[in-house]
């Protein structure tokens, strides 16, 4: 039993999500995503991968679900050639900080009312709410191309979620998702798969949730809503699976190594249905 996880992981479950939001925003010990710490290497990153899968975004609408309350990807996509960003997130936690240094550079689709920094219109929508209710859908149009950065292992809805994105999305468009399998305290990427999901749930789950999906969950998810769905493993810990397996949970596990040990995943899916 490791004792050392099981206490930060009670101390993290029990935490306000109030408190929790707050660090996050600040970057005290708990630590934000690649598109809130580095925004513009998440952005470059979006537009390489799908020029590799063929796709520019062009003079695209393109969503950006769970965006983090930064601006700084949707301007950035703007700037190399999108037609609109809807930047898309349940929860309404602006960084006016971080979205105020954007300006000067970005004032062509960004601007400054009092203290807050607010999106022009014409180039950006905030899309805040739960994506699943019709009344959010009905605020957009539909979009080219969904994108996310380590989004998908928080949902608790994979399937709705996926499902609601899926009807926003042209007939011709595409979405391009990164996902993160492991176990968030890093240094056990294993370890949150060895507890049923009672002790999970109620005691160890993080208020950020991670829901613990493993790749063949999503392989089935996505095909589910899309005729085309291509995975790439970015991430695979052999070594780390290895010493963990005999206690990991057998609905963890298929029985292949290779797709057990798998971390980090890319999931690119067009042609919803």
Aim: charged fraction near 25%.
């Amino acid at each position: 039993m490791n004792l050392r996880y099981l206490s930060l992981r009670l101390i993290r479950h029990f935490t306000p999500e109030g408190l929790a939001r707050f660090l996050l925003k600040r970057r005290w010990i708990i630590k934000p995503g690649l598109e809130s710490t580095d925004p513009f290497t998440a952005a470059e990153r979006y537009v390489e991968t799908l020029s590799a899968q063929g796709v520019s975004i062009q003079g695209k609408r393109i969503l950006v679900f769970g965006y983090g309350g930064r601006f700084a990807v949707g301007v950035d996509l703007l700037k190399r050639g999108a037609a609109h960003v809807v930047l898309c997130d349940h929860f309404i936690l602006l960084d006016d900080e971080r979205n105020r240094e954007l300006l000067p550079a970005y004032d062509r689709y960004l601007t400054a009312e009092q203290e807050r920094v607010q999106p022009r219109s014409e180039f950006i929508t905030l899309l805040h709410g739960d994506i699943r209710e019709e009344s959010i859908q009905k605020q957009i149009a539909q979009v080219d191309v969904v994108l996310s950065t380590s989004v998908f292992e928080h949902l608790d809805d994979v399937p709705g979620i996926t499902y609601a994105l899926a009807k926003l999305t042209a007939p011709n468009g595409v979405h391009l998702h990164f996902v993160d399998l492991r176990d968030h305290y890093f240094k056990y990427p294993f370890e949150m798969l060895k507890y049923p999901e009672g002790v999970w749930k109620n005691f160890l789950n993080p208020t950020s949730n991670l829901n613990r999906l493993r790749l063949n969950d999503y392989r089935r998810i996505f095909e589910a809503n899309f005729e085309r769905v291509e995975f790439t493993v970015l991430e695979r810990l052999v070594d780390e699976f290895r010493k963990a397996q005999e206690q990991i949970r057998a609905e963890f596990k298929i029985g292949d190594e290779n797709t057990d040990a798998v971390t980090l995943i890319s999931v690119f899916a067009s042609q919803p249905k």
